[in-house]
């Protein structure tokens, strides 16, 4: 199984602030890599597919980048409504799917 | 733009098996684009992928979960279903029905229901 770890696991930040998340695959995974965003009582949004690519609708303030086990998700001017947990996910072990443990953002 | 809805039990006691209906709308579930799957979130925790179904009826599961998960799919009624077996209190958590856009590279989930919550409890 490919394993995937996030870092930090939480951070406390400020509306303003950029802020870059770390995910982390035990092996290889190219750009089969995505990210999304969950808010309380909510069901995950996709963000980011393909490391890089945002999805349609996503705020430009988002991006992400990387390849192979190392990848970041940046919010280059975090707004109120970022405050969330953000999961990675990994789909290059075929149709083996597993997410990372998660990293919340809160309001310092 | 396709809209997803769990549907299902909420309590499901030990042993049982825990059932659940996705309905697809906006869109044909019979698509090329999509494959369509489970997810689960215990409460307070992470994601869990649990399987994956092509219109056609071709089947992906979580390894640690195959010998108690079957996901079939109704395209006459533009649903798909879960049914996990033998269901212990780790299995309870939210259950989330996703599409998952296969014309990318990275096959993302990219519609989500709302999610229902499963409670397994006598």
Redesign the interface.
């Known amino acids: 199984d490919i394993q995937m770890t996030q870092s930090p696991s939480s951070l406390s930040a400020s509306v303003g602030d950029r802020v870059t998340i770390t995910c982390r695959a035990s092996q290889s995974i190219s750009s089969y890599l995505n990210w999304y965003q969950q808010k309380p009582g909510k069901a995950p949004k996709l963000l980011i597919y393909a490391a890089s690519s945002l999805q349609s609708g996503v705020p430009s303030r988002f991006s992400g980048s990387g390849s192979g086990t190392d990848f970041t998700l940046t919010i280059s001017s975090l707004q109120p409504e970022d405050f969330a947990t953000y999961y990675c996910q990994q789909s290059y072990s075929s149709w083996a799917f597993t997410f990372g443990p998660g990293t919340k953002v809160d309001i310092k | 733009q396709l809209q997803l809805q769990e549907s299902g039990p909420g309590l499901v006691k030990p042993s049982e098996t825990l059932s659940l209906t996705c309905t697809v709308s906006g869109g044909s579930i019979s698509s090329s684009s999509y494959y369509w799957?489970w997810i689960r979130q215990p409460p307070g925790k992470?994601?869990?992928?649990i399987g994956?179904i092509y219109y056609s009826g071709s089947t992906?599961y979580?390894?640690s979960l195959k010998s108690r998960v079957t996901i079939s799919v109704d395209t006459s009624k533009n649903q798909f279903s879960l049914k996990l077996s033998s269901v212990t209190a780790a299995d309870t958590a939210v259950y989330?029905c996703a599409s998952i856009?296969v014309v990318?590279?990275?096959?993302?989930?990219?519609y989500?229901?709302?999610?229902t919550l499963v409670t397994v409890s006598s």
């Open positions: 799957g992470g994601l869990e992928w994956s992906y979580n390894p989330y856009y990318v590279t990275a096959i993302p989930f990219d989500w229901g709302q999610g």
